[in-house]
């Protein structure tokens, strides 16, 4: 006899709370991770701290976590070696190790949950986790997301050849994976990121031909400018990159031009690093529910933070750059437009933009159906942004429907941000219009095999259907009512497909 | 009926999903002067979000549905990425017995459909693999489309006819004098109608309650995954392993299936919850299903929150009170059906009943005495785990 009041097909009592749990999970290993996972330590918690790094050379391949550019050695597929350089790069894990934090590397978190509105049947919060091998759960009472940052980067000819890359990756093939594949850099960007990553440069032996900055001035601090123009670097000023050209192994030049007077200049390089901006890696916190706002002072979408650690989830806490980037200001994504402004003026409308799906500006724009569909239809040619825009405000979820911009392996981190501020450009509008184009578990893309659920508990195998189980709704029409639908019933149960 | 204004319409259809679209693309093709009306974007709900399948034997609109589909990108001018032709596959006997049911219902209904042995299943389906036990092959008819791209095309095709769209204006209140909807009361203002179609998903039942017509529903949120491409497959349109879905025509894998969870939706509609853990089962029934393919990322997921009736199964009705009120929910399985039921609903705004198939099963009229407590009774209301775990120790 059936209780009143259950649906056995429903998803309530077949996600089992997680074998494992662990007072407070820091994701990001970091210092900002490290140190919130030393205090809650010292504070008498018991606390797991899972870092990606090293990050496999198949996602690195992807372009995940950060924009790596395959500028990178071989030396990454030695997986031993890596652990070692990354433990070593980093004291605070080995203080974390000895203070009795239990340490993880080389594990992603690629989605968290926690109980609420329409996820009422899960038993406790949870995280899922990941190594290259396997996918797990982890319940956790309290969350910190230490997840870092990530570099904005932006198309130009060329950009999607190996030695294009962002400055977080350049930072982290030098600091933390000692496998950095280049030896001569163009910079794109002059404001502090750009500074920053320039001087590391020079200290770990590398050539810095220049800094190339699309705004009139200089944009760090005159010391900086000064001390690298000391050491050789030059700064120009007022220039766009046109194109990236290289060969089999990838960049060999940069050409700018000053759009002002149309003057090329070349740029010999072997990478081209794009330090125009750093934004908040907040996509765990938006699978979570977590609130965001477009918040240019802390570099793009971020956490809705009061005090900066608290999230509007009770049970999940921010701490480092995810909460905010140091040194963004009011004028950080202003800047990221103005860069993209520039770019979108001097570049041939073909260039790529969703380097996955081969999305270029132009179709992009043109909100084009993708090429596989062949040629458009005479209704879409004639349609654009500008007509999409009548009937609403800009966003970028519906247009990366339309056109796949952002819908390919590497999960938009190549193009999302550019492709809002295309949008922003395009309908003369600040980025702060374009609202975020949501993220989705799993947050790193993992095998089908890897993140499957072998383990699944017996109510989710023994109520399995394809859709919710109704009966009644299968039978076919014309026996609704007859004698037959009983024997209708009987032979299809609650399944069919759909 | 009055002349076209702008501050109404001759129709006004509130709800700018898969069925309220194609109604009010209908409409337009047939002249008349049509505003939707949306709480947010075109066919950002379920609408946008499912298996694309469209192969319904089950509905009174299924004729309809298979003679429409193959015609649709061509009437709407712009794709949907139709594709004809579907082959469900077993991997257990049990599900093999299930599928020859369903093979038998279409052919009950004149439908050819073959039976397959796993060498033939693995020609149509290149990354099913040792395991297949035999399947079923749906030819010329069945088959899947791109629910995104379609809903986009309902959108413009109606535009192109002059229908309006109001994206971002949430239907209010709906407003009756006399017998008859007069119109619509939205924060954008009042519009005033001849006739009205409520198409509103999950929010229905709250609008239709304030003129007095009780359309029961119990919203619900069902999930699907997404793999990065793979070479295309003979066949596209390939499942089976309890999961509906498809193989896209850009070569992703996307599948959906299992547990649903029951939500309670205000008139602002669901909240956003795209996804749960679930998608570590789904990717375990995938790689199951083609194992030649459990190399593949997930690269995402996302969810739809659909509205089903106590018995699963459609209104569509044009009601006696208020009498140009016309009233429609696909309880769950909407997307495919679509073109047929707005050829339906055009029929029942304009002609008073539908031309090509007999819906007096799906009136409204049936759901008159149910009690108010029946999502209590189904269980079809948010559970909790414990909750869940208590009610299974009580049935053993």
């Known amino acids: ?498 | 009926m009055s002349a076209p204004s702008r501050t109404g319409a001759q129709v006004l259809v509130i709800g700018a999903g898969v069925t309220g679209l194609s109604a009010a693309w209908w409409l337009a093709r047939s002249g008349v002067d049509v505003l939707v009306l949306d709480k947010g974007l075109v066919g950002w709900e379920a609408s946008g979000r499912n298996g694309g399948g469209a192969s319904h034997y089950q509905s009174p609109l299924f004729h309809e549905e298979q003679r429409l589909w193959p015609l649709m990108d061509d009437l709407l001018g712009y794709s949907t990425e139709y594709r004809r032709e579907r082959v469900i596959f077993a991997t257990t006997e049990h599900h093999l017995a299930h599928y020859r049911q369903i093979a038998r219902q279409c052919r009950d209904l004149g439908y050819q459909v073959d039976d397959l042995d796993p060498a033939q299943v693995r020609e149509f389906v290149t990354l099913a693999g040792d395991n297949v036990l035999g399947g079923i092959h749906l030819l010329r008819f069945g088959g899947q489309a791109n629910p995104q791209r379609t809903v986009q095309a309902y959108a413009w095709a109606l535009q192109d006819l002059g229908g309006r769209i109001l994206q971002h204006t949430p239907a209010v209140r709906i407003l009756a004098a006399g017998g008859r909807v007069t119109g619509v009361e939205t924060p954008r203002g009042v519009f005033g109608c001849d006739q009205l179609v409520v198409a509103a998903g999950p929010q229905g039942e709250r609008l239709l309650a304030q003129v007095g017509v009780r359309l029961p529903l119990a919203p619900a949120r069902a999930e699907m995954i997404v793999t990065e491409p793979a070479p295309l497959m003979p066949v596209g349109g390939a499942d089976g392993n309890g999961m509906y879905g498809r193989q896209t025509l850009r070569g992703n894998l996307a599948y959906g299936g299992g547990p649903h969870e029951w939500m309670d939706v205000d008139e602002t509609g669901p909240q956003t919850r795209p996804s749960t853990p679930l998608l570590r089962n789904l990717a375990r029934r995938v790689a199951e299903l083609l194992p030649k393919a459990a190399h593949l990322r997930v690269i995402r997921s996302w969810a739809g929150v659909v509205e089903n009736t106590p018995d699963g199964r459609p209104v569509i009705d044009r009601l006696d009170d208020p009498g140009n009120l016309t009233v429609a929910t696909m309880s769950s399985v909407g997307f495919g059906l679509s073109p047929a039921t707005g050829h339906a609903i055009r029929d029942l705004v304009l002609d008073g009943r539908c031309s090509f198939a007999d819906l007096a099963k799906l009136s409204i009229k049936r759901f008159e005495g149910l009690p108010d407590d029946w999502r209590e009774a189904k269980g079809w209301r948010p559970t909790t785990h414990a909750q869940a775990l208590e009610a299974m120790a009580e049935q053993e």
């Not at chain 1, 031993?80 to 990354?86: C, F, G, I, K, S």
């Not at chain 1, 091998?133 to 982890?138: G, H, L, N, P, Q």
């Not at chain 1, 699944?456 to 399995?464: D, G, I, K, R, V």
């Open chain 1, 1 to 498: 006899m059936s209780v009143r009041g259950f649906d056995p097909k429903a998803q309530a009592g077949k996600v089992p709370p997680p074998r494992r749990r662990v007072e407070v999970l820091v994701v990001g290993g970091g210092p900002a991770g490290a140190a919130a996972a030393l205090e809650a330590r010292a504070g008498g918690a018991q606390v797991l701290l899972i870092d990606e790094n090293p990050v496999s050379a198949g996602l690195m391949g992807l372009d995940v976590p950060h924009y790596w550019g395959g500028r990178y050695t071989t030396a990454v597929h030695t997986r031993a070696r890596m652990l070692e350089h990354v433990f070593s790069a980093n004291p605070a894990l080995e203080a974390a190790v000895e203070a009795g934090v239990e340490v993880e590397l080389a594990v992603s978190c690629w989605g968290a949950w926690v109980p609420g509105y329409g996820l009422a049947s899960l038993p406790h919060p949870i995280a899922g986790l990941a190594d290259e091998e396997r996918a797990w759960t982890v319940g956790f009472d309290r969350l910190i997301l230490a997840t870092g940052a990530r570099d904005v980067v932006l198309s130009f000819k060329g950009w999607d050849q190996p030695g294009v890359m962002g400055a977080r990756a350049l930072q982290a093939l030098l600091t933390t994976y000692d496998a950095f594949a280049g030896r001569r850099l163009a910079i794109l960007g002059s404001g502090p990121p750009a500074m920053a990553v320039a001087r590391l440069a020079l200290a770990r032996g590398l050539e810095v031909a220049a800094l190339i900055e699309v705004r009139g001035t200089v944009q760090g601090p005159s010391a900086d400018h000064e001390a690298l123009t000391a050491a050789g670097v030059e700064f120009l000023t007022g220039r766009v990159p046109t194109v990236a050209v290289g060969g089999a192994d990838g960049v060999e030049r940069l050409e700018v031009r000053d759009p002002a007077t149309g003057a090329r200049r070349v740029v010999d390089c072997d990478t081209v690093v794009q330090a125009i901006g750093l934004t908040p890696v907040v996509e765990l916190l938006d699978v979570l529910g977590g609130a965001l706002a477009m918040q240019p002072a802390l570099g793009g979408y971020a956490p809705v933070s009061p005090g900066g650690t608290r999230t509007s989830l009770a049970e999940v806490f921010v701490a480092g750059d995810v909460a905010g980037i140091p040194g963004a200001s009011e004028g950080t994504v202003a800047y990221q437009q103005a860069w993209m402004r520039a770019l979108m003026a001097t570049s041939e409308p073909e260039v790529v933009v969703c380097q996955c799906e081969e999305v270029s500006r132009e179709a992009l724009l043109a909100v084009r159906q993708p090429t596989y569909l062949g040629e458009p239809s005479p209704s879409l040619a004639a349609r654009d942004l500008g007509r999409l825009l009548e009937d609403g405000p800009a966003n970028q979820d519906q247009i990366k429907r339309l056109t796949r911009a952002g819908m390919g392996p590497c999960q938009g981190r190549r193009c999302r941000e550019q492709v809002a501020l295309m949008l922003a450009c395009a309908s003369n509008q600040t980025a702060d219009h374009i609202p975020l184009a949501s993220y989705r578990a799993p947050v790193r893309p993992l095998p089908l095999s890897v993140l499957a659920a072998w383990d699944e508990a017996p109510a989710m195998s023994a109520h399995w259907d394809v859709w919710f189980g109704i009966t009644s709704q299968w039978i076919p029409y014309a026996d609704v009512g007859t004698e037959r639908e009983s024997f209708e019933a009987g032979v299809l149960g609650g399944e069919a497909p759909l």
